[in-house]
Each structure stands twice: as structure tokens, then as C-alpha cells.
T-cell receptor, first 112, second 110 residues
């Protein structure tokens, strides 16, 4: 079982719709959760982080964390073509210094 | 503010050649990391340095060596390049928060 699992997609949504990206993790003691966006040929860019159960909103982005069910999700409201990218979920386990475990990413395409 | 700087951005090597990938960060972070990214495989940790003077193996260390030269710099060396090491290499740094990535080095081994 992988430490962090994501649906590889591709996920296609029409412009203006809500895109929902999901991630599950295996280490129940994990404390910190991050979402990165990676455009093709570019490096990962941090867009959200969440440490506590519940929702965290930043502009059009909302991160949701449910530690009991061991999943974290990212909602993108009013999706734009510029949101088309691969989204990486990363989890910091309880042990292991500051290391992160990354999922393989979900490729999102927003259709104009 | 440069963040994490990697050099070179592109490199083509022949099998058996050696080279060093350079990484420097100006965010005063204690921890630094080297990843490789291959299609469908996600980011895989090669080596990391939790603090100046320490290095540890990650998930895929075979064929690589690292040096934490000082707090700012963390280099990755391929002693004898193999075609299986063709990949995109990312350096990252962090403290207790998120990791910040450099722009990557695209390395091809022929």
C-alpha cells in the first residue's frame, strides 16, 4: 500500500464548475497536509496546506481534512482553464524529520 | 528573492559519465532534499539532509551520492550515469512547514 494515494485522472471539468481532488493516506499519525500544483514542465508550487480537521479556504481553493477517515481533498471553485495542471497531495508523517510523502498526482483539465 | 536555485537546467550525458547537480537556497532552511520525477511515478526522494552536516538515504538512493556543503548548498552526484537515471531532478528545502522547490534539472543519459 502506498503512503499517499490519488486518482491519477485525468479529471475534466467545464469552466466555472467545481473541481474536486481527493487524496488518502496510510499513516494515521500524519500531522501536516499540503497541496501542490504542477504545470507541465514546471516545478511543484505550493497552493494550500492544512493541519487541522475541517475546511480551510483561500480564495477559490478549499482544503478539507478528515483525519478519522484519513483523507484530504482540494476543491477548486469557479474553475478556470489556467487551473489545468497536475495536483500533488503531500503528507508529513508523524516520524521522519520534515520529509513529505507525495501522491502521484491528479491531472486536471478545465474545458473552456 | 531567488528561493531554491538549481544548476544546470538541462544536461545530456553519455553512459558512464559523472556529473554533479547543484542546489542552493536562500531561505535559511535547515532541511534540504533531492527528488527525481518520472512519468507516472510521482516524486521519489533520493537523499535528504535534515540539517547541516547530516545526510540520509531516501526511497531511491542507489547510484547517487550527496554532499551538504553548508547550510545553503546541497549537491547530488552521479558517479557513473546510467540510462535509468534519465529523469527530472528537483531540489527542495524546508523547515517545519512546506517544502519549496527549485525549477528542476532535466537530465538525459544516452
Amino acid at each position: 500500500q502506498k503512503e499517499v494515494e490519488q486518482n491519477s485522472g485525468p479529471l475534466s471539468v467545464p469552466e466555472g464548475a467545481i473541481a474536486s481532488l481527493n487524496c488518502t493516506y496510510s499513516d494515521r499519525g500524519s500531522q501536516s497536509f499540503f497541496w501542490y500544483r504542477q504545470y507541465s514542465g514546471k516545478s511543484p508550487e505550493l497552493i494550500m496546506f492544512i493541519y487541522s480537521n475541517g475546511d480551510k479556504e483561500d480564495g477559490r481553493f478549499t482544503a478539507q481534512l478528515n483525519k478519522a477517515s484519513q483523507y484530504v481533498s482540494l476543491l477548486i471553485r469557479d474553475s478556470q482553464p489556467s487551473d489545468s495542471a497536475t495536483y500533488l497531495c503531500a503528507v508529513r508523517p508523524l516520524t521522519g524529520a520534515n520529509n513529505l510523502f507525495f501522491g502521484t498526482g491528479t491531472r486536471l483539465t478545465v474545458i473552456p | 528573492n531567488a528561493g531554491v536555485t538549481q544548476t544546470p537546467k538541462f544536461q545530456v550525458l553519455k553512459t558512464g559519465q559523472s556529473m554533479t547537480l547543484q542546489c542552493a537556497q536562500d531561505m535559511n532552511h535547515n532541511s534540504m532534499y533531492w527528488y527525481r520525477q518520472d512519468p507516472g511515478m510521482g516524486l521519489r526522494l533520493i537523499y535528504y539532509s535534515a540539517s547541516e552536516g547530516t545526510t540520509d538515504k531516501g526511497e531511491v538512493p542507489n547510484g547517487y551520492n550527496v554532499s551538504r556543503l553548508n547550510k545553503r548548498e546541497f549537491s547530488l552526484r552521479l558517479e557513473s550515469a546510467a540510462p535509468s537515471q534519465t529523469s527530472v531532478y528537483f531540489c527542495a528545502s524546508s523547515d517545519m512547514g512546506p517544502q519549496h522547490f527549485g525549477d528542476g534539472t532535466r537530465l538525459s543519459i544516452l
